[in-house]
């Protein structure tokens, strides 16, 4: 097989790592709270500057940026769901929509009012491995290696305690939940949290591959939508398989062609199954 | 009725006195009001039975581009080429609205679907970039003053077309309002089985205001595409001309014949207002105040504007009535 195309696919298998872990907490969103966040990735965006700004700026350690920034945007993820997302829960699908998108504009465009629209870079350097005359970075392999970590921690966490489970139980049977004394408030409020940390941790494995701006969300976000319907909304293990189907075909069309179309043939190819499987790929 | 009639006599009126009396940056300014509001139309056609599209950006950037494209490189007039873009348009709404219709793509699905087919046009107009100009921008072949070319230099030729497509676009907004085709899809949007069991094609329903509402909109986009003579893929297509089609028709209510235009009016006017006043230190600081007052908006005037004051002031046979629910969330692990 020919190197490069190795090497893109080893590289379609690293980036498919960080995205499984923004489809997860978009999934895990949706799943319980039953609401698509247009501008999940535009939260991210906001945990990539709070990086950018302790550790480049501040000189704040880069290990301990990271855990601010995580802490930081899990407390977004809260405020949002105060904000905005309460006061529409019981507003028909499409309002709940429009008010996060209402967010998207809202995040970017004030983005750049704090900071312009110039392309920030955290400075950290790290090397590229270099493996069977295949170059692999090491920031994408750190990524990888996190994200899965993450999926990890989050199963446990749904699977062995006591709110992961109030989690699951909420996200089977919002009427029944309430009289098996489950705070639903409460669980919503912590899926926030959650899904603001793993955007959190997302942002610091992303802030060492990528440049932060303030429209950086509109490169992931349209990406992620697709691997979460592509999985099943809600499904998670559906989201995390579909993330390196995506990932897969990004890499392997940027290698044949450029990178648009690459995007292109996965949006398109997005269209065509879920025409076959309306329900996502991996539905019941 | 005669209070209606009058009212809109008057409103034309104004359209018609309009140019002669305010400066050309502000004509500049109705003409895209104009255009937009028809394009918002466009979309409510369909978005009021709660086929929510986050599509019509894709079918924006077909018009803008076919026209341009086939002028600038072939010479073919855009009496030809709109048209042609218009079919472009309602190919790509077929293609698309008959299989998400016939396997019951709805609710969310049925936004994300249409909004990867904005995303795919957006991209595949970057990706052509040796003829497109890619992202930044491609602009027209010009040959001054030319009704073959559809070019004015002249502001007022381009007002008179936005006033008549406006004009157009209401009424064909009344016409699918006023036809029994209005009532089957009401009936399709609260409940499609109910609706197929009394006898309603719903396949064909559906597909009628998919490719006209895909018509009109690709229309607009020529139009615009006529006016600007420089076209950008980020402003003509993609996710953030789909947002903003469906904010404005939402902000300004798609229930009613004028919602979309005043959703139009308001936030064209907004975002103008906020861009001159803040000027260029602020870059951002319009978006921002646009951004906050958009989500107070969907939180307090879930029904627009327009749906807003008819609920002070209620009318006979305009009840708005709430977007048909979909399908429930839920996590497999």
Redesign the interface.
């Known amino acids: 097989m020919d190197i490069y195309l190795l090497e893109a696919i080893i590289n379609g298998i690293l980036l498919g790592g960080v995205l499984a872990l923004l489809a997860l907490g978009l999934n895990l969103i949706f799943g319980v709270v039953d609401v698509v966040w247009i501008a999940y990735a535009d939260i991210v965006m906001c945990g990539m500057y709070a990086i950018y700004f302790l550790y480049a700026e501040y000189g704040v350690p880069l290990p301990l940026a990271c855990l601010i920034a995580i802490i930081g945007v899990a407390g977004l993820g809260v405020l949002v769901h105060l904000l905005i997302i309460e006061p529409v829960l019981d507003s028909p699908p499409l309002n709940q929509l429009l008010a996060t998108g209402g967010l998207l504009f809202f995040l970017q465009s004030f983005a750049t009012l704090l900071f312009g629209t110039e392309f920030r870079n955290i400075g950290v350097r790290l090397p590229v491995l270099e493996f069977a005359s295949m170059y692999v970075s090491f920031a994408r392999l750190i990524a990888f290696v996190v994200g899965l970590i993450g999926a990890v921690a989050l199963y446990v966490f749904l699977k062995r305690t006591y709110v992961g489970t109030a989690i699951r139980a909420i996200a089977q049977d919002r009427e029944i939940v309430g009289l098996m004394g489950i705070d639903q408030r409460r669980v919503y409020l912590v899926v926030s949290a959650v899904g603001g940390a793993l955007a959190g941790l997302a942002a610091c494995l992303l802030a060492l591959q990528y440049d932060v701006h303030p429209f950086i969300g509109n490169t992931f976000g349209p990406v992620i939508f697709m691997i979460c319907v592509l999985g099943g909304l809600g499904n998670m293990i559906g989201g995390f398989v579909a993330s390196f189907v995506i990932s897969q075909i990004i890499a392997i069309g940027g290698y044949y062609s450029n990178t648009e179309l690459a995007y292109v043939f996965a949006f398109a190819l997005f269209i065509v199954l879920m025409f076959i499987r309306p329900r996502g790929l991996f539905a019941p | 009725m005669s209070g209606t009639r009058a009212l809109w006599l008057a409103g034309i009126a104004i359209l018609i006195a309009l140019p002669a009396v305010i400066p050309t940056y502000f004509l500049h300014l109705v003409i895209q009001i104009l255009i937009w509001a028809f394009i918002y139309t466009a979309w409510a056609l369909m978005g009021r039975f ?1 086929f ?1 599209s986050f599509g019509h950006g894709a079918f924006v950037g077909v018009g803008a581009y076919v026209p341009a494209l086939l002028w600038t490189y072939f010479d073919v007039t855009p009496w030809l080429g709109i048209p042609l873009a218009v079919v472009a348009s309602v190919l790509l709404a077929v293609i ?1 609205g008959y ?2 219709f ?4 709805v ?3 049925f ?3 249409t ?3 904005s ?2 046009v957006l ?2 107009l ?2 052509a970039r040796d003829v497109t100009g890619g992202s930044l921008g491609f602009t027209q072949k010009t040959v001054g003053h030319s009704w073959y070319a559809l070019q004015f230099p002249d502001k007022i030729y381009f007002y008179v077309i936005a006033v008549l497509l406006w004009l157009a676009g209401l009424w064909v907004w009344r016409w699918i309002d006023r036809g029994i085709g209005r009532e089957a899809l009401e009936a399709i949007s609260e409940d499609e089985d109910a609706a197929a069991a009394v006898g309603i094609d719903v396949m064909r329903e559906k597909m009628r205001v998919t490719i006209v509402s895909a018509a009109l909109t690709a229309v607009g986009g020529a139009i615009y595409g006529q006016y600007f003579m420089y076209l950008n893929p980020e402003t003509v297509s993609g ?2 001309v789909s ?1 903003q089609i ?2 404005a028709a ?1 902000a300004g209510g798609v229930y009613s014949l004028l919602g979309p235009s005043v959703g139009a009016l308001l936030t064209l006017s907004l975002t103008e207002g906020l861009r001159v006043w803040f000027g260029t230190n ?7 105040i ?3 007052l ?2 107070l ?3 307090f005037m ?1 029904q627009g504007i327009v749906g807003a004051l008819q609920r002070i002031r209620p009318r006979r046979g305009s009840q708005p009535k ?5 399908t ?6």
Request: glycine share 10%; hydrophobic share 55%; proline share 7%.
């Open positions: 709660g929510v698309v299989p998400c016939r396997r019951r793509v609710g969310h699905y936004a994300l679907v909004l990867a087919l995303q795919v991209l595949s970057v990706a996710i953030a947002l469906v904010f939402i602020y870059i951002g600081a319009a978006n921002t646009y951004g906050i958009l989500v908006c969907i939180i879930p709430p977007v048909a629910a979909t429930p969330g839920g996590i497999t692990t």
